[in-house]
């Protein structure tokens, strides 16, 4: 079989296992365990030492998916450098980087070399190689993880100091451990093939380390060129990653020819050229957003097949041969970082509680450790499996361990935005509409029409109650917390916002995170604050659009338009909750509702979900149905408790 015809089996082989991963490695989200992990997992499952799906050797065939992986692995790490959004931090960031980077790598790799007598791979090797393991293993300790940093943040809402500083480290240290692996990589094999320190090497690691930036801004110029150019998004992204493709194909063909023709390697640093090209772009250009918008769709299938592929290509009885080492050499990382935290908190003049728990944004591990410890996998064949597999297994650790403890310091600090539990409904359908207009009062004498008891919440002053005999209105001072819960706010299943948006923002985000209403439905009055608004899941009216789109569904499909905007005499359409206990598992077409009811969805948990006559319901679905007023009534009572 030729070599080809052996990559087009392998790949096939590979897709298929790295489709499944994607799918199984959801249920390990669903158990609160990272994606991430998940794809770590299947990979070693599916390896040559359980399953077999994929023969021994399978990585060293797929090397390119690796070589992709790891040019836009570092391609985001350097595009979420963005120098703007670090200086309000700067002196934070900068102690904290230091702490971190410095105490952490000093301290590790001093332990390390003298843990060698209990590291099986690490016993057996002279002293030469024991400090090559030692300043490679502890290079990778100081890694982090900015993709798992995000997820946290963006779960959680977070915003504030803290995680500002923790943000600009994580990224600021993860672009010095490429330029800090660069140095310690060429270290590491000048001691392991046994040659000299001396002034000749150093002046050769320099002409490296200056022609590995010197690719760098020109592939940030290149990168520039493509994203300047107007062509079809999917072909810009082929071209981005066959940049970082080339980088490593050239790096390649330097390190081969410089042997052959001089006897002597000169190593460029192919991760240290991705970084730099990533940041030119990211800060010194106008495509930043699209770069990033490029990352963030094409990141999750470069992440499968990178993950998935390590998790192949490790090797299973080394990994459990060394586990209990990886377990020490875990408690020996988030030692030494809670001491870097300690140092670079006490010199940023951090207050105590920032220096107590600064440390815990930093355990999460993931792409750029995991892809160093690929490179030494590939350089040192002596021991460079076994350093890549425990390195794996110290990964896996902080996987599990990292992401809670972020955010358990997040909501220490009290920087956490989540939303609050959605109070239990009480059997009467509420609504407060917050702000006083022609418009609110239409919409409250409307829901009061539909059986909801609805109440209008303004700061008018000059307001005469006593003109609306038929409505319920609070005068407030002030739109607080403690406004809104004298007026007992948990009891409503709806607010309605109808100010400008950056009062409807406020309160949207008071009430996501104190009381946690149901529904919140936002009169929206600029477009571009769509998606602040989206993100804390309101319900957006634009009057801009909703006119337009309102006449064309009457257009398109009058019957149904009608139907669902009440419009047609006698009929209505209604969200019912299932609260009686008594029809927990009953089928749809077993409930004999009256003959004029339809039931159009049900929503469960958050989900809509296709229905037939034998969909069985659950305690706290709830069904949209539409039939006459005189049936909707009965529908209600047999629903309700």
């Not at 450098?81 to 790598?105: A, C, D, H, N, P």
């Not at 359908?429 to 418009?439: C, T, Y």
Request: glycine share 8%; hydrophobic share 50%.
């Amino acid at each position: 079989m030729t070599f080809n015809q052996n990559t087009i089996l392998l790949l096939g082989g590979f897709a298929i296992v790295a489709v499944a991963a994607k799918q199984l490695a959801g249920f390990f989200t669903k158990i609160k365990l990272p994606f991430i992990t998940g794809l770590l997992v299947i990979g070693l499952v599916s390896g040559p030492f359980i399953f077999n799906l994929l023969p021994k050797g399978a990585g060293n065939g797929l090397h390119f998916i690796n070589d992709i992986s790891l040019a836009f692995i570092a391609f985001a790490a350097a595009a979420e450098l963005y120098l703007k959004e670090v200086r309000s931090q700067f002196k934070s960031i900068k102690w904290m980087t230091f702490g971190q980077l410095v105490v952490t790598f000093i301290v590790s790799s001093i332990v390390i070399y003298f843990m060698a007598g209990i590291i099986p791979f690490m016993s057996d090797l002279n002293a030469a190689n024991k400090v090559a393991v030692s300043l490679l293993m502890a290079t990778i300790f100081v890694a982090r993880s900015p993709a798992s940093a995000i997820a946290v943040i963006t779960e959680m809402r977070a915003k504030g100091p803290f995680v500002r500083t923790a943000m600009g480290v994580t990224v600021v240290k993860d672009f010095l451990v490429i330029l800090l692996f660069a140095i310690c990589f060429s270290v590491s094999q000048a001691l392991v093939n046994g040659d000299p320190l001396r002034l000749k090497f150093l002046l050769t690691l320099l002409a490296e380390l200056t022609a590995s930036f010197g690719l760098g801004f020109l592939v940030g110029k290149i990168l520039t060129f493509l994203l300047k150019q107007r062509m079809h998004q999917h072909l810009k992204t082929a071209l981005i990653l066959a940049t970082g493709y080339a980088v490593y194909a050239f790096y390649y063909f330097v390190k081969s020819y410089t042997v052959e023709e001089f006897g002597k390697e000169f190593h460029l640093e192919p991760l240290l050229i991705c970084i730099i090209g990533s940041f030119i772009v990211t800060n010194y250009s106008k495509f930043r957003y699209e770069f990033l918008k490029i990352l963030e769709e094409i990141g999750p299938y470069i992440y499968i097949a990178f993950f998935t592929l390590t998790g192949i290509s490790v090797s299973l009885d080394v990994f459990i041969e060394l586990f209990g080492i990886a377990v020490l050499l875990f408690t020996l990382r988030l030692v030494t970082m809670v001491l870097g935290s300690f140092v670079g908190g006490a010199l940023a003049g951090d207050s105590p509680l920032f220096r107590k728990i600064g440390w815990m944004p930093y355990v999460t591990q993931a792409g750029v450790g995991l892809g160093l410890a690929t490179v030494v996998a590939d350089a040192f064949p002596t021991w460079g499996s076994e350093f890549a597999t425990v390195v794996v297994a110290v990964i896996v650790l902080n996987q599990f361990v990292g992401p809670p403890l972020f955010k358990w310091s997040i909501n220490l600090v009290g920087e956490g935005h989540t939303r609050a539990n959605i109070p239990q409904y009480d059997g009467v359908r509420d609504a407060f509409i917050v702000g006083f207009d022609s418009q609110s009062v239409a919409l409250a004498r409307q829901l009061k029409e539909h059986g909801w008891e609805a109440e209008i919440v303004t700061q008018k002053k000059d307001l005469n109650v006593e003109d609306f005999p038929d409505l319920i209105i609070h005068q407030v001072k002030e739109f607080d917390l403690e406004t809104f819960k004298g007026i007992k706010v948990e009891k409503v299943e709806a607010i309605v916002l109808t100010l400008t948006d950056d009062e409807n923002l406020e309160i949207a985000e008071l009430i996501y995170q104190n009381v946690g209403t149901k529904d919140i439905v936002v009169r929206l009055n600029q477009r571009y604050n769509f998606e602040k608004f989206h993100k804390l899941g309101c319900l957006i009216v634009d009057p801009h659009t909703a006119m337009v789109s309102l006449m064309d569904h009457l257009v398109r499909s009058p019957q149904a338009a009608t139907l669902l905007l009440g419009m047609k005499e006698g009929q209505d359409t209604m969200d019912i909750q299932v609260l009686n206990p008594n029809l927990r598992g009953i089928p749809l077409r077993d409930l004999r509702l009256p003959a004029d009811i339809i039931v159009l969805s049900v929503n469960r948990n958050g989900q809509s979900i296709i229905t037939h006559g034998y969909t069985r319901l659950r305690i706290g679905d709830v069904l949209t149905i539409v039939g006459s007023k005189e049936s909707l009534q009965k529908v209600t009572l047999k629903f309700d408790r």
